[in-house]
């Protein structure tokens, strides 16, 4: 028999379900549907098979529920904001001048590597 995942219970199946119904996005509802789906038993082959999740992607989703919560389910990449931008004000401002004009060698689009390299 496979062994079976344990789900922490910050929320009962029910809940779970009824989030997963609810989602106001895909990704929401999948991370949703994932736990439900573990929390009332269903293996991990199981899972993958009804979401098309990976066995390690499941498993990360499994372990910020059971160590965050639900906070950790849904698109989490909008709490990015620790990175700084690629470009500084003077370069973004650069970039968007060159991409007004015309591509130098007659093409259809100037490229970033071209705008770094023009800078350089």
Sequence with gaps: MPKRITIAPHLSPEELQA???????????HH??????????KTTAEVMAVTGYSRGWIYE???????????SL???RCNN????PLLNDVEQAQL??????PPPE?????SFSNF?????
């Design 19 to 29: 989030r997963f119904r609810q989602a106001k996005t895909t990704t929401q509802a």
């Design 32 to 41: 949703y549907q994932i736990i439900w789906l573990l929390a009332i038993g």
């Design 61 to 71: 989703l499994v372990w910020g529920y059971n160590h965050l919560g639900p906070e």
């Design 74 to 76: 849904g698109d989490q």
């Design 81 to 84: 904001t620790d990175a700084d």
């Design 96 to 101: 968007w001048q060159a991409l007004q004009q």
């Design 106 to 110: 007659g093409g259809r689009a100037v």
């Design 116 to 120: 770094s390299a023009a800078k350089i």
